[in-house]
C-alpha cells in the first residue's frame, strides 16, 4: 500500500498550504523560524468543523484473533480512548483495522498471514468498519451516500474478498482497486506508524535509543521516505533508457538498409497495376449488376400485392370504437380531475397541518424546557436557603464551641456519618428500581396508546361492513318477491318503463338486460367464477342502434342517479350465435365460459363474447389446479385467463384473489344467501361489541398505568430530596472538624453573599413564572388551530368518498369500450394477416435483396448504374485474372513484393519514431528529477524545522527545554533534553533520562508529527505504558489539547491504565472494555459522558 500515492509526497490540507507559502521563501531561516514559531504556539481551539469523510464511525469483528463476536460499537468523531486490561481485546481492534483497510498481515506485527486471525476453530473471519463520508471532499457520495462499509471476509487459506457498500447497505463495488482508490481520496495510510502505531511498534519506537531509526520514523511519517524511493526508481529507469537507445540506434541503420532494398524491388513491379485496377472496377460492376436484376423482380411483385389492399370496413369500424374509448376516457379523465381538485385541496391542507404539528410541539418542549429552569430555579433557591440556614448555624456554633470537641462528640459524629451512608446505599438503589419500574409503565401506557388506535381503526371497519351487508340484506328480502330487484330495487319499474316506451314505437328495437338476468349458470359451484368474471356486464343493457341508446340513457336518467347508472352496449341485433370454433377455447376437463352458461338470447350471448370475450376464458374450480393448466405448463390454444370457483383470476404469469365470498346477483338459492348474511351480520355485530370492550379495558389499562407513573414520579422525586439531605448533613459533619477554627467574618460575608444570590435567583424565577404562563397560552391557540386544520382535512375527503365511486364507474365503463375496440381490432388483425400471407414471397425477395446489397456494398459501398449483363462481366474479369497470373510467374508474386516492402517501411518508421521519443523522454526526465529533488530539499528542510519548533514548544509545556538535531546527511535525529528549566545542569540525551521521561519526550515527538503530517484519524496503542503519573498526566493534557485544536481529524488512543481523570466533554468518548469471562467474548462498550455527540 506504500506505492498508492507515487505522484505526491505529503497529501493533507495543511501540507498543500505550507507548499504555496515554500514557492517563494527566502533563504532566512530566522523569518521561517519566526513564521514557524508563530504557528506553534496558537493554542486557540480550533474552529474548523467535526472531521467529514475518512474518519471511523464503526467496527465489528467476528471469529478475529481471539473473539467469536466483537462489537458493533461506535467511535467518536474527535477524541477517542479505548481502555481495558491486557487481553481484553485493545490490540484485536487496532489489528482489525489495519487488516480491514487493506493492509498486510505483517505490517499488524501480529502474524505473518492473514489466516493467523481466524479464530481458533473457525473456518473464516469477518471485519466490517464504517467510515464517515461527507461534505465536498466525500467519495463518491452519490453511489455511497453519507457512510461507507468496508466488509474483509478472510478465509482459511489466508485469501480475503472486500465489499464496499454505501449507507443503505447496498454492496457498490467488489474491486480492490476501488478500496485503494477510497483510501487515497481519504489520504488512509495504515502502514504509516503515525497514523496506526501498534502496540509493537509504540513498544519499539518508545525503548530504542538509535537515532537512524527516529530519522527512518520521521521519513515514514511525512512520506517522504516514499518521494525518496520515487527518485531512486527514476534514475533506474533513466539508466535503463539509455541503454536502449542505445541498443535501438544499433537495430535503426540495420533497418533502413533492409527498408531502401525493398524499395529498389517495389518500383520495380508497378506496370502490373492498371490491369490490378481494372479486374477491381469489374469486381465492383458485377456486385451491383446482381442487386440490379433482382431489384426488378421485386418491382414486379409489389405491383401484384397492391390490388389485393382495398377493404377498409374493418377498419372503420376500429375508427368508431375508437372514438368511444375517447369518449369514455375523457369522462374518466373529468372526474380523476375532480377528484384530484378535492385531493389536492386535501393535501394543500396537510402541509399546514405538519407545520402546525411542528409548532405545537416546539411551544410544548419550550414550555417544558421553561418549567424545567423554573424548576431548576426553584431548586437552587431552596439550596441557597439550606446553604444559609446551615452558615447561620455554623456561626452561632463557632461562637459557642471550644477550640476542640471532645472525643465522645466526634465518635457520635462518625457513627451518625456511616448510619447516612448506609441511608444513601439504600436511597440510591430504591432510585434504580423506581427508575426500571418507571420505564415499564412508559412502556405500557406506549403499548396500550397503540392498541387503542389499531382497535379504533379495526372498529371503523367492521362498522362500515356492517351497514353495507344490512343495505344488501335487505336488498335479497325484496328480490324474494322480485328476483330482478337484486340488480337494483328501481330495475322492475325501470324494465316496465321500457316496456311501455317500446309499446310507443320510442325503440326501433326493445333493448335487453340486464344481461345478469338473461343468463342461467349450468353448474352452482361455478356461479361466483361467472360473476367476478362478467362483473358490471351482470347489470348492463345491449341496445341495437345509436339512437335507440339515446332513448334509453334519457330514460336511466329518470330511475338511476348520475354516476350510477348501467353500461350500455351497442351491438347489432342477430338471430343466431357467432362461430367461435376457431377461436373459442377448448379443454376436455374444464368448461368455458360460454359453454358453462344457458343463454336463450343469441344476442346476449354475442354481446358477451364482443365485450369480454367469454369464448375464451376457462371455468377451473380448484384454485392448485388452474394454476398447473395456466402457469406451469402453457395455457391452452386460445385460452386468455380463467377463473376459479373462489372467483380468483388465473393469467398466465399473474394471480388476483377474489374479495368476495359469495356471489350476490346469479345466486339460485335466496333463502340460503339470506341466512348466510344473517349469520354474517351476528358475527359483526358480537365483534364490533368485543372491540368496544377491549376498548373500555385498554382505557382503563392505560389511566392505572399513567397513575403508577405519577406516583412513582412523586416517589423519586421524594427520594431526591432526601438524598441531598442525607448529603448535606453528612458534609456539615464532615466538615465540623476542618473548619472549627475558620473565621467567623468570613461565614459571615459569605452568609451575606448567600442573601444576595437568593434575592437574585427569586427575581429569576418571577421572570420565568411569567414566561411560562405566557407560552402556555401561545401553546393552547397553537393547539386549537391545529384541531380546526384537521376537521377541514377530515370535511374535504369525506366529499372525496362518492367521487372515488363515480370514478370506478367511469373506470369501468372504460375498461367496457376497450373491450369493442379490442374484438373488431382483432377481426382487423385477420384481414391484415390474410393480405399478409400474399406478401410473404415478397419479403422472402426482399431479404434476399438487401442480402445481395450487403454483399455489394461490402465490395464496393457506392451503387452503380451498370448497363451489362453479369455474364459479360464475367468472361472479362477471367481474361484479365489470366494475364496477371502470366506476370507473377515472371516477377514472383507482386502481392508479396508489396507487402514486404509496406513492412520494411513499417519497421524503420516505427525504430526511429521509438529513438526519438526515447530521446525526448530523457531529457524530460533529467528536467523532472532536478525540479523534484530540489522540491524534496526543500520540504525535506521546512518539515524538520516545523518538527523541531512544535517539539521545542511542547517541551516547554511541561518546563523542560531541549532540541532536536537533523543531520539529513548521515540520515540521524539526535534528541538533547534539560528535564527543568531552573537546574543548571548541562543538556541531556534520551539514554540519561527515566523511562518515564523518555516516554514523554517520544510522545512529544509523535504530537510534533502529528502536526506535520495529517490523516482523517489517528491511532496509537498503549502510548503511555512506560510513564510514570506525572509524565502521563502532562501527555495526556498535551493530547487533549491537540484534538480540541483539531476537531476535524479523529483520534484513536488504546491504554491499559484508567481515564477516570478526564474532564468531561462532548468531544470525548472512553470505550471501556471490561475482562471478557471464558464463556463469553461478546464486549459491552460504555460512553463516558451519554450525551456523546455521536450517540
Known amino acids: 500500500m506504500g506505492k498508492r500515492k507515487e505522484g505526491s509526497v505529503l497529501t493533507p490540507g495543511s501540507q498543500k498550504r505550507q507548499r504555496k507559502e515554500h514557492t517563494d521563501v527566502h533563504n532566512d531561516v530566522s523569518n521561517e523560524e519566526e513564521t514557524l514559531e508563530f504557528s506553534a504556539n496558537s493554542s486557540a481551539p480550533s474552529q474548523l468543523p467535526d472531521g467529514e469523510v475518512g474518519i471511523i464511525e464503526s467496527i465489528q469483528l467476528k471469529n478475529f484473533m481471539c473473539h467469536s463476536n466483537l462489537g458493533p460499537f461506535q467511535f467518536g468523531s474527535n477524541l477517542n480512548f479505548v481502555i481495558g486490561t491486557n487481553g481484553s481485546g485493545k490490540s ?325 456519618i456511616a448510619y447516612l451512608r448506609e441511608q444513601l446505599k439504600a436511597f440510591h438503589n430504591e432510585e434504580i428500581m423506581i427508575g426500571q419500574q418507571m420505564d415499564q409503565f412508559q412502556q405500557a401506557v406506549s403499548k396500550c396508546k397503540e392498541e387503542h388506535s389499531r382497535l379504533r381503526r379495526e372498529s371503523s371497519e367492521v362498522q362500515q361492513a356492517l351497514d353495507a351487508q344490512q343495505k344488501q340484506l335487505r336488498d335479497l328480502k325484496d328480490s324474494k318477491t322480485n328476483t330482478l330487484k337484486r340488480f337494483g330495487p328501481h330495475v322492475p319499474a325501470f324494465l316496465e318503463a321500457v316496456e311501455v316506451a317500446h309499446r310507443q314505437g320510442q325503440f326501433r328495437k326493445k333493448p335487453l338486460g340486464p344481461l345478469g338476468a338473461l343468463i342461467h349458470p349450468k353448474d352452482p359451484e361455478l356461479i361466483l367464477a361467472i360473476e367476478s368474471c362478467l362483473k358490471g356486464l351482470l347489470q348492463a343493457f345491449c341496445c341495437d342502434n345509436h339512437s335507440d341508446e339515446r332513448t334509453l340513457q334519457l330514460l336511466m336518467s329518470k330511475y338511476y342517479k348520475r354516476g350510477h347508472r348501467p353500461q350500455i352496449i351497442v351491438n347489432k341485433f342477430q338471430n343466431r350465435v357467432y362461430d367461435t370454433s376457431q377461436r373459442g377455447v377448448y379443454h376436455p376437463e374444464f368448461p368455458s365460459v360460454l359453454t358453462a352458461l344457458e343463454i336463450d338470447n343469441p344476442v346476449v350471448a354475442n354481446c358477451l363474447i364482443d365485450m369480454r370475450g367469454i369464448e375464451r376464458v376457462l371455468l377451473i374450480k380448484n384454485n392448485r389446479r388452474a394454476r398447473e393448466v395456466m402457469q406451469h405448463n402453457r395455457p391452452p390454444r386460445n385460452c386468455r385467463e380463467a377463473f376459479t370457483a373462489a372467483g380468483d383470476q388465473v393469467f398466465e404469469r399473474r394471480y388476483y384473489s377474489c374479495n368476495s365470498s359469495r356471489p350476490q346477483l346469479l345466486s339460485q338459492d335466496v333463502e340460503a344467501e339470506i341466512s348466510h348474511l344473517d349469520n354474517e351480520i351476528e358475527n359483526k355485530r358480537a365483534q364490533l361489541t368485543a372491540s368496544q370492550h377491549r376498548l373500555r379495558s385498554i382505557e382503563n389499562e392505560i389511566r392505572q398505568n399513567e397513575d403508577h407513573l405519577y406516583s412513582h414520579r412523586r416517589h423519586q422525586k421524594q427520594l431526591q430530596v432526601k438524598v441531598r439531605t442525607a448529603n448535606a448533613e453528612i458534609a456539615d459533619l464532615e466538615n465540623v472538624e476542618e473548619h472549627q477554627s475558620a473565621d467567623i467574618h468570613i461565614l459571615q460575608e459569605e452568609a451575606e453573599e448567600n442573601k444576595g444570590r437568593m434575592e437574585s435567583v427569586k427575581q429569576d424565577m418571577q421572570l420565568q413564572s411569567r414566561k411560562v404562563e405566557e407560552l402556555k397560552n401561545t401553546l393552547q391557540a397553537a393547539e386549537k388551530k391545529l384541531e380546526e386544520v384537521k376537521e377541514k382535512i377530515h370535511q374535504v375527503e369525506e366529499i372525496a368518498g362518492p367521487i372515488k365511486a363515480e370514478l370506478n364507474q367511469a373506470e369501468s365503463e372504460v375498461e367496457n369500450s376497450k373491450r369493442h375496440l379490442q374484438h373488431y381490432e382483432d377481426k382487423q388483425r385477420e384481414h391484415v394477416a390474410c393480405i399478409n400471407k400474399h406478401k410473404d414471397l415478397l419479403v422472402s425477395k426482399e431479404k434476399e435483396l438487401e442480402e445481395k446489397m ?242
Open 92 to 416: 484485536s481492534v487496532l489489528t482489525a483495522l489495519i487488516v480491514g483497510l487493506g493492509g498486510k498481515a505483517t505490517a499488524t506485527n501480529r502474524g505473518s498471514s492473514l489466516k493467523m486471525f481466524i479464530q481458533k476453530g473457525e473456518t473464516s473471519a469477518d471485519i466490517s468498519i464504517t467510515l464517515r463520508n461527507q461534505g465536498r471532499d466525500a467519495f463518491k457520495p452519490e453511489l455511497y451516500g453519507t457512510s461507507i462499509t468496508v466488509n474483509q471476509h478472510i478465509n482459511q487459506d489466508g485469501s480475503r474478498t472486500c465489499k464496499l457498500k454505501s449507507k443503505s447497505g447496498t454492496i457498490i463495488s467488489s474491486k480492490k482497486e476501488e478500496l485503494i482508490g477510497m483510501l487515497d481520496h481519504f489520504n488512509i495510510q495504515v502502514d504509516n506508524p503515525v497514523s496506526v502505531l501498534t502496540q509493537e511498534m509504540s513498544k519499539q519506537f518508545l525503548q530504542t535509543k538509535n537515532e537512524g531509526d527516529k530519522y527512518k520514523f520521521f521519513l515514514k511519517a511525512t512520506q517522504l521516505e516514499q518521494m525518496k524511493e520515487d527518485y531512486s526508481f527514476i534514475g533506474k529507469t533513466k539508466t535503463n533508457t539509455r541503454v536502449q537507445i542505445e541498443q535501438g540506434e544499433e537495430r535503426l541503420e540495420e533497418l533502413k538498409q533492409l527498408y531502401l532494398e525493398k524499395k529498389e524491388i517495389f518500383k520495380s513491379i508497378a506496370f502490373v497495376n492498371d490491369m490490378q485496377n481494372r479486374l477491381k472496377d469489374l469486381k465492383h460492376q458485377m456486385a451491383w449488376a446482381v442487386v440490379s436484376e433482382m431489384e426488378k423482380e421485386i418491382e414486379l411483385l409489389k405491383e401484384g400485392i397492391k390490388a389485393e389492399e382495398g377493404n377498409t370496413e374493418l377498419l372503420q369500424k376500429v375508427e368508431e370504437c375508437q372514438v368511444k374509448v375517447n369518449e369514455a376516457e375523457k369522462k374518466y379523465k373529468a372526474i380523476q380531475d375532480k377528484l384530484i381538485t378535492v385531493s389536492e385541496e386535501a393535501q394543500a391542507l396537510h402541509p399546514q397541518c405538519i407545520s402546525l404539528k411542528s409548532e405545537v410541539q416546539a411551544k410544548r418542549k419550550t414550555v417544558n424546557e421553561t418549567e424545567i429552569v423554573y424548576n431548576r430555579s426553584k431548586t437552587e433557591l431552596k439550596r441557597l436557603e439550606k446553604d444559609s440556614e446551615q452558615l447561620h448555624k455554623r456561626i452561632e456554633e463557632l461562637k459557642s464551641c471550644a477550640n476542640q470537641d471532645s472525643e465522645p462528640e466526634k465518635l457520635e459524629r462518625q457513627r451518625r
Open 854 to 1095: 450487403s454483399k455489394a456494398r461490402q465490395i464496393f459501398p457506392e451503387p452503380i448504374k451498370v448497363s451489362r449483363t453479369v455474364k459479360s462481366l464475367d468472361a472479362e474479369m477471367n481474361r484479365l485474372r489470366e494475364k496477371i497470373n502470366l506476370e507473377s510467374s515472371h516477377r514472383g508474386n507482386r502481392e508479396e513484393i508489396i507487402q514486404q516492402f509496406h513492412y520494411a517501411k513499417e519497421r524503420y518508421e516505427d525504430a526511429s519514431n521509438k529513438v526519438k521519443n526515447l530521446r525526448r523522454f530523457i531529457a524530460v526526465l533529467d528536467e523532472v528529477m532536478t525540479e523534484r529533488l530540489k522540491v524534496y530539499r526543500q520540504f525535506l528542510r521546512k518539515l524538520s524545522m516545523q518538527c523541531k519548533l512544535h517539539f521545542e514548544q511542547l517541551l516547554r509545556l511541561r518546563g523542560y527545554s531541549g532540541h532536536i538535531m537533523f543531520d539529513h546527511k548521515n540520515e540521524t535525529i539526535s534528541i538533547t533534553i534539560q528535564p527543568r528549566e531552573d537546574e543548571k545542569s548541562a543538556r541531556s540525551d534520551l539514554k540519561s533520562l527515566s523511562g518515564g521521561e523518555r516516554s514523554f519526550s517520544t510522545v512529544c515527538f509523535i504530537l510534533s508529527l502529528w502536526n506535520i503530517s495529517e490523516s482523517p484519524f489517528r491511532c496509537m496503542d498503549e502510548f503511555d505504558v512506560y510513564m510514570d503519573m506525572v509524565n502521563r498526566r502532562i501527555a495526556v493534557d498535551m493530547i487533549l489539547e491537540r484534538a480540541d485544536f483539531q476537531r476535524h481529524r479523529q483520534f484513536i488512543l488504546f491504554t491499559p491504565l484508567s481515564m477516570s481523570s478526564l474532564p468531561t466533554s462532548p468531544h470525548i468518548r472512553i470505550l471501556r472494555m471490561p475482562d471478557p469471562p471464558k464463556d463469553q467474548r461478546t464486549l459491552n462498550f460504555q460512553n463516558r459522558n451519554d450525551g456523546d455527540e455521536d450517540q
